[in-house]
C-alpha cells in the first residue's frame, strides 16, 4: 500500500512524497487521513532546522533532516494490528502525536474515538487543544477570575475559548497583529490589546481591577513573559504555556515575581502525570477526552477558529508561507481532497 506524506526533505522545503506502508503491528491500528492540523510554532522551528532544545537535554540537539511532524489530526480506521479490541474498521477517530501522512500506523494508545456529531475538522483540533488545557488547569482558575493571554497563535487562541468555558472574566488577548485580536475577541476574549501601544500594562489592569489573576503565555519569547508579568494581580499565576528555548532575556524578578507573589507555572505538554489525574494535574488521555466532551455538548467549536483549508498537494506552497509570514493563519489539510488543486 502506499501513502503520501508531507515531508520536511531539508530546511524551509516540505513536499508531499509518496511511500510504502506496512500493514499495522501489534497494539497499533492504520489510519486513513481526513484532516489535519498544523501547530505553526512546533512546524515552523522543526522546518527552518532549528536545534532540538529540551529541558532534559545539557544541550541542544543539531537538527537532522527529513523530519515528520503534524501531532493533530482525525480520520477513519482502516485496519487493526493485534490485541486492539477497542477499535474496528470504519471507526471515526481523533489522533494524538500523528503526522501529516495519508495512511499512517499509530499506537492504540493515541487513538480517540470520535462522537458523530463531532466534525474531523474538531477532532483535527483536540490534540493541540489539550495543551493550554493542561495550563489553564494548572492555575487552579476559579469562576470569575480575570486573565491575560499574550499571544494569539493557534494556542492562544485556544486558551481564549477554554478560558471561557471555565468562566474567566474579563478575558484580555494580546497580540500586536490587528487580525489575531479581531479573531480573539469572535471567540471568547473581552478586550484584545496591542503589546506595543503605550500604557499597555496599565490598561490591562485597568480593565481587570488591579491586574489579571491568571496568565497564559504563549508567545515563547521573553519580551512575552515580562509584559505579562506587568499586567499581574498580586498573588497572580502565570502558565509558561509558549516554549522559551532561547534563555537570553533578563527579568527584574523582584519587583515582578518576588515582591507580588507570582506563580510561574511550567506548562509544557509533556509535564503530566503519565497514569491519574489529580486536582489540576490531568493526564493526557483525560484531557483529550474532555475537549472531545465539551465539543461534543456544544460547549466548544474549535473549528470555528481555522482560517484556511488546503489539500495537502499544496503542502510546498503553505510550508514556505510558514516561515515566511509572521502572522501564519490557523490552517487545516483536507486529505479527501488530496488529488485536487489546493
Known sequence: MKSRNIVFVEPYIAKLVEENIASPKENEVQVRLVCSTISSGTERANLMGSKTVAWNLPEAKEAVFPRRVGYSSSGI????????????EGDRVALSWSKHSEIQ???????????ANISFSD???????????????????????SAIVMGMGILGAFAVQLLRVCGAAPIIAVDPDAKKRQMALTV???????????????????????????????TGVGAGLNGILDCMARFGRIALLGCTRNSDFTVDYYRKVHGPGITLIGAHTNARPRLDSSNGWWT?????????????????????????THSP??????????????????????????????
Open 77 to 88: 480506521i482502516l485496519s487493526v494490528g493485534a490485541n486492539v479490541s477497542d477499535f474496528k
Open 105 to 115: 500506523n499509530i499506537n492504540a494508545k493515541n487513538v480517540h474515538k470520535l462522537d
Open 123 to 145: 477532532g483535527a483540533m483536540a490534540h493541540i487543544a489539550t495543551f493550554p488545557l493542561a495550563a489553564i488547569r494548572k492555575c487552579h482558575l476559579e469562576l470569575g477570575e
Open 188 to 218: 471568547g476574549a473581552d478586550y484584545a490589546l496591542d503589546p506595543y501601544a503605550p500604557d499597555f500594562a496599565k490598561t490591562a489592569k485597568e480593565l481587570t481591577k488591579g491586574g489579571a489573576n491568571v496568565g497564559i503565555e504563549v
Open 284 to 308: 493526557e488521555r483525560d484531557d483529550f477526552e474532555t475537549i472531545l466532551n465539551l465539543t461534543k455538548c456544544g460547549r466548544l467549536k474549535l473549528s470555528d477558529l481555522v482560517e484556511e
Open 313 to 342: 498537494d499544496s503542502a510546498t506552497q503553505i510550508f514556505t508561507r510558514l516561515c515566511n509570514e509572521k502572522a501564519f493563519p490557523i490552517v487545516q489539510f483536507d486529505w479527501s481532497k488530496i488529488d485536487e488543486k489546493g
